[in-house]
């Protein structure tokens, strides 16, 4: 069983900033692609930014210039630094891990709120 562990979430006030850190096993970590999504009350999951084992990023349109995602290889981490919060970006956030050898993989989650 592969286990992510996130940590970083709380409450903040609109245009404070926040950081999210999701560890992984290192038996996957360096080989995966990692990705944070989103999901708030009454709406689907969508993916706020990824990065590959290789390091390049994309995000999702809501967040580009805001928030930056970033990975430590030596700590087996992966961090999403999030500037400029606004109340729409309160959601539980969940970190997920992919390699086309194990699979996909989900943390547990964590509540992000901000308040206006």
């Known amino acids: 069983q592969v286990q992510l562990v996130e940590s970083g979430g709380g409450l903040v006030q609109a245009g404070g900033s926040l950081r999210l850190s999701c560890a992984a096993p290192?038996?996957?970590?360096?080989?995966?692609?990692m990705a944070w999504y989103r999901q708030a009350p009454g709406k689907q999951r969508e993916r706020v930014a990824l990065i590959t084992s290789s390091s390049s990023t994309t995000y999702a349109d809501s967040v580009k210039g805001r928030f930056t995602v970033s990975r430590d290889n030596a700590k087996n981490t992966v961090d999403l630094q999030m500037n400029s919060l606004k109340p729409e970006d309160t959601a539980d956030y969940y970190c997920?891990?992919?390699?086309?050898?194990?699979?996909?993989?989900w943390g547990q989650g964590t509540q992000v709120t901000v308040s206006s």
């Open positions: 997920y891990a992919f390699s086309p050898a194990s699979g996909g993989f």
């Open positions: 290192k038996s996957i970590f360096s080989v995966s692609t």
